[in-house]
């Protein structure tokens, strides 16, 4: 009898490869939706000195700064502190420090104003 082991995504064979579409064209590893946004979502692990390529595999000059979990977001620009961080083309919620380029961006750098008493 096999046995059955718990799914590692680890161990996925597309699991943080580069991978190629027809054409020789590169996969994103960064997923942006709406041009006004100023974080992407990583689509795998990214390590820190990654260089991000978006949608369509376009490459930037954007580098990742730090790891970048899978899910999580990267910031796509400079963020100060109290400017809006917008995903998908809605605001998320505010910087509460410095956020530089290609930085992750999650509860130790953002705080959300979803439902806050205005």
């Not at 290609?102 to 130790?108: F, N």
């Amino acid at each position: 009898m096999t046995a059955i082991m718990p799914f590692d995504r680890r161990r996925a064979p597309c699991y943080n490869e580069r991978h190629y579409v027809r054409g020789g064209d590169t996969v994103a590893n960064v997923l942006v939706i709406d041009s006004r946004d100023t974080v992407g979502v990583a689509l795998m692990d990214l390590p820190a000195g990654t260089a991000v390529e978006l949608n369509g595999g376009r490459p930037t000059s954007l580098v990742t700064t730090e790891l970048i979990p899978f899910g999580h977001k990267i910031a796509l620009v400079a963020i100060g502190p109290g400017e809006t961080i917008v995903k998908y083309g809605a605001s998320i919620g505010v910087a509460v420090d410095d956020i530089q380029p290609g930085m992750s961006v999650h509860v130790h750098n953002l705080k959300s104003v979803r439902g806050a008493a205005r």
